[in-house]
Nanobody, 126 residues
Framework: QLQLVESGGGLVQPGGSLRLSCAAS????????IGWFRQAPGKEREGVSC????????NYSDSVKGRFTISRDNAKNTVYLQMNSLKPEDTAVYYC???????????????????WGQGTQVTVSS
């Protein structure tokens, strides 16, 4: 079973940056598209970004487009989310998830993912 572990969360001031990592434990990692999701208190989990299994396709939600960048290193079984120009409204628990999709595709729909990490807290506050 694919296991995912997020890291890199923390407290940052508005306008600051963080880089989240999602490390996978299984050698078939490169079969999976990976998505980043977040959930703020009292809100539903929402898709933030996703990347296809070969890294050729990336998608972003409108709220993070131009500020966040997703990338993957299949040799290290790791996906990254570089978050710049952070805003207080980015505060949430961030999760990565893996899904099996047609090659070249990924999804930011939480219902379509096959495995989840435990989450990492990101707090943007002065």
């Amino acid at each position: 079973q694919l296991q995912l572990v997020e890291s890199g969360g923390g407290l940052v001031q508005p306008g600051g940056s963080l880089r989240l990592s999602c490390a996978a434990s299984r050698f078939t990692f490169d079969y999976y598209a990976i998505g980043w999701f977040r959930q703020a208190p009292g809100k539903e989990r929402e898709g933030v970004s996703c990347i296809s299994s070969n890294g050729g396709t990336t998608n972003y939600s409108d709220s993070v487009k131009g500020r966040f960048t997703i990338s993957r290193d299949n040799a290290k079984n790791t996906v990254y989310l570089q978050m710049n120009s952070l805003k207080p409204e980015d505060t949430a628990v961030y999760y990565c998830a893996a899904g099996l999709f047609v090659q070249g595709k990924c999804s930011m729909d939480p219902r379509l993912q096959n495995a989840w990490g435990q989450g990492t807290q990101v707090t943007v506050s002065s």
